[in-house]
């Protein structure tokens, strides 16, 4: 999930890059305070009492945010506020948008930072956090006891810089009063574009297609070539109706599907029907994951799952691979008991050259870019620097588990 899988300007589009603006560099990996590069050419020497005159006069004048926001690149009065604390350290686990890191060092944050667009070495992790007071990570980063011990007391708040947590041990974070702040919305808009585009490579078949205007299998004009089932009419099934699920369900809106319907623990208001799960596996000519993984979701997918389906059904994930049993859908893929099938998650991650899954013309595999816009990840990557800025300022995080 490293900038270069981005278009364009991977890192951030709107916030200038961080490397621009001066810094005082600890180690390689370590990045300490930076002011923002709207500030570079003057350099800030504001004490705390200037600071807090200066909040003064902007609240007491009815400044608004936007502009402190604007001016201080911060995101609002509250973050500003923690510029006046003492200086707190994080770990930031992977090359990020530098936007997250520009907030980070503006409230005054002593950044290190595993500067790769490969995972931490897990020994690698596990010494650097130790005594920090909070640890921005990835879902690929596993924050379990293991490395809550390694960090030590010091810590105080883990922002995932993502919407999914399973990759975190929350007991054991309550249990030690650590808080932790994750990034749902920012990512609604870019995960359900991806769905419905993997649900149309999928059953639309471009992969086959591109692949035969490349390869010379093209040929002619063929009636019968590369057909697939059409979404208009169609029975749409949503299995986890969240911020995303309902928002493939808008998506869709524009292609009259015949009915959406879903399965979720609520009922949620929409037109779409809430239904059983066997009755989504029944009546689905798509069939879209988009629920978390928890205990009772691992694995739901399985061979009986997929005997339920329609032979011509299409199932698309863009949750997490282990919702569903990727040898059993290999098999009801070859055996023809289901269609289609496309992925953008899988188990592991990634998904070993040699599986089956690989081979087959009905299966399309993405390597989970389900939120890799530029916005998104940009947005992603500022919420999760402001989840551990309030936290350290003992503030309402704004997006907190
Ligand atoms: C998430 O945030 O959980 C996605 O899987 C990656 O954006």
Redesign the pocket.
Known sequence: MGGDNTLGNGNDPVVPQASSASSATLSPDAISVRRSSRTKKAPVRLNLGCLRRMRCFLLGGKVCNSFIKRYFNCSSVATMSTTLSRQHSVYVTRNVPESGIQLLTSAGLKVTQWKHDAAVPREELLTNISQVDALFCL?TDKVDSELLDAAGGSLKVIGTM???HDHIDMEECKKRGIRVGF?PDV?THATAELTVALLLATSRRLMEGVQAAKDGSWGTWKPTWLCGPSLQNSTVGILGFGRIGQQVAKNLGGFDVGKIIYTARTEVASCAQRVEFDELLLQSDFLIICCALTDSTKNLFDKNAFLKMKKSAILVNTSRGPVVNMDDLAEALENKEIAGAGLDVTVPEPIPLDHSLLKLNNCVVLP?I??ATNEARSAMSRLTAENIIAALNNQKMPAEL
């Open positions: 879902l993502s919407v999914g990034t990512l989970h389900g939120s």
